[in-house]
């Protein structure tokens, strides 16, 4: 089992342009997160898939950011246009479960992707 | 959404068992406690995690009190490895689903 990938690991781009993070879950799984990470505000979630269906997309910070599933297999995360506040390192995460159970949050996290924006 | 407090830092010499507690008095009846780990630079890792009875597994054990407001999780046998910022987490229910909400978690030292 290869894990949660996600690519590029690490992004450096300028202010204003596009950028899109990708990100292959763990086979099975039916749920995919993508959270945050900065030093200020630690891990925080931005959205939630279930079945390939955004579930809760209330932590996407503005409508710059959008997200997409479009298989059980595949999901991007785009900033558009990008700003320097959006320097941070980018979690896929995915899990087997259908959301409604507490018990079911075993996460499975990629590696990240560390985006610089400038 | 139940809150966590944990302390910001623990100390614990290699081989000695490293207990990190949790507190989390206002946690409601369904909600699982979670544990993750964060190594520097990597991703979260799940741990271990627990509703009411004890649970161990092959990377740690987790006591949850019988008030279940508070909680330990221990590693029997801490290594360098195991230096990390450790989370415990109550597990919200919001609108019909579960998600987990990260906080600042303890960083736990290991040393020689």
């Known amino acids: 089992d290869a894990g949660v990938i996600q690519s590029p690991r690490h992004e450096v781009t300028e202010m204003g342009q596009e950028v899109t993070l990708r990100c292959k879950p763990i086979s099975g799984h039916n749920s995919l997160f993508w959270y945050r990470q900065t030093m200020m505000r630690g891990l925080e979630l931005l959205i939630y898939f279930n079945n390939n269906v955004p579930i809760d997309d209330s932590g996407m910070p503005e409508d710059r950011f959008s997200a997409k599933m479009p298989n059980a297999s595949f999901s991007t995360l785009k900033i558009q246009p990008s700003e320097p506040r959006d320097s941070a390192v980018y979690f896929c995460a995915s899990s087997w479960g259908d959301g409604t159970y507490s018990g079911a949050n075993v996460l499975t996290f990629g590696a990240g992707s560390r985006l610089t924006v400038l | 959404d139940a809150k966590t407090t944990q302390p910001t830092s623990m100390d614990c010499a290699e081989g000695r068992a490293a207990n990190l507690p949790c507190n989390h008095s206002?946690?409601?009846?369904?909600?699982?406690v979670y544990w993750y780990r964060q190594i520097h630079s990597q991703g979260p890792q799940y741990i271990i995690h627990g509703l009411k009875n004890n649970e161990t597994n092959e990377m740690a054990s987790l006591i949850i009190t019988e008030d279940r407001k508070s909680s330990t999780l221990i590693l029997p046998h801490a290594t360098l490895r195991d230096t990390a910022v450790y989370y415990c987490?109550?597990?919200?229910?919001?609108?019909?689903?579960?998600?987990?909400?990260f906080g600042k978690g303890t960083m736990l030292l290991v040393s020689p």
């Open positions: 987490i109550a597990a919200r229910m919001n609108s019909g689903y579960s998600t987990l909400t």
């Open positions: 206002t946690i409601s009846g369904n909600e699982y």
